[in-house]
């Protein structure tokens, strides 16, 4: 359904159609060659929600992908998970895309409905990040998905019996637990790219701590902090914690427990005007997290100083 220029769709069969696709094989999980896909010009300003879980490889050469705010193009051959009723916009040239390749992986909750995965998929936070934090995979790793999707497409192609089923989703689970390695390994050999990111949560923080945005707004949030990165919640966190050891709250606590530190030890400021001015409502507060942090009392602390 077209509402407000967002079309929404909710069967895999309705996603065919409307991709000048032969009728799937089975209504609930279908694998797609990109290849295959015909875009309309007509479609392009358009935003699509799916009501399904969409797993894609892709490179489109001149084509650029929107997920709210943010862009990116898929020249490249990257991974990207979208869960039901996310939001996305496809932008392309009018020129047919003769060269684009790769698949997509549409599976509709029913089909995993009363399975463990019904409930594990929700664990896995790559789901929810932007589509600049899409997957890189190395020529090796992409040759191990490919093979996992010829497996389901294998087994959806032969004759439906009891056992299919949960053979696909046996295959689903481990295209995502791979999917979840390489994304570890991501976060690891992106290292440049990384310490940018780094650098930015640096400056980031510095900033808000050392003007008046603390007594105005209170203390920052995580996604107070992801939103001025342009990343997703689950990708900054986790980007941190991989590179770091450290979440993006205890980023936000250490450099908190920093100031804190400078203003006791440097200022004959009370521990009330001290919480007061780091964004805190009650000073309680403050002190439980400095000695949850440091096992010292703001003035235990203080005194240490004397």
């Known amino acids: 359904m077209k509402n407000n220029n967002v079309l929404r769709i909710k069967t895999i069969s309705e996603f065919h159609q409307l991709r000048g696709l032969s009728k799937p094989e089975h209504p609930l999980i279908s694998i797609v060659d990109f290849s295959k896909i015909k875009h309309s010009v007509t479609n392009n300003p358009i935003s699509w929600v799916l009501d399904f879980y969409s797993i894609s490889l892709k490179r489109i050469p001149n084509a650029k992908i929107k997920y ?19 939001v996305f916009n496809v932008k392309v040239n009018d020129e047919v895309m003769s060269n684009q390749s790769g698949w997509i992986l549409l599976i509709h909750p029913d089909f995993i409905w009363n399975s463990s995965l ?4 929700k664990q896995y936070e790559y789901f929810d990040y932007a589509v600049t934090e899409a997957l890189f995979l190395s020529e090796k790793e992409e040759i191990t998905i490919n093979h996992i999707i010829n497996n389901i497409k294998q087994e959806y192609h032969s004759n439906i019996d009891k056992f299919s089923q949960n053979i696909i989703i046996s295959q689903i689970e ?3 637990n791979y999917s979840e390695r390489f994304y570890q390994r991501q976060f690891i050999t992106r290292k440049i790219s990384n310490h940018q990111i780094l ?12 003007n008046d945005v603390l007594l105005k707004e209170g203390l920052p949030t ?10 997703s919640i689950g990708y900054l966190s ?3 914690k991989q590179t770091t050891n450290l979440s993006a709250q205890q980023h936000i606590h250490e450099k908190l427990i920093e100031k804190a530190k400078e203003k006791l030890s440097t200022t004959q400021l009370s521990v009330s005007e001290i919480a007061f001015g780091l964004g805190f ?11 949850r942090k440091t096992n010292l009392s703001p003035l235990e602390f203080r005194q240490s100083f004397n």
Do not use: R, W
């Open 68 to 86: 709210g705010q943010q862009e990116c193009d898929f020249d490249e051959g990257v991974m990207f998970f979208m869960t039901p009723n996310q």
């Open 118 to 121: 019904a409930t594990t998929i």
């Open 174 to 176: 481990t295209l995502l």
């Open 199 to 210: 650098d930015k949560v640096e400056n980031y923080l510095n900033n808000y701590f050392n």
């Open 222 to 231: 995580v996604h107070d902090m992801a939103k001025h990165l342009n990343l």
């Open 238 to 240: 986790n980007l941190l």
């Open 281 to 291: 409502e009650h000073s309680q507060s403050f002190s439980k997290l400095f000695k």
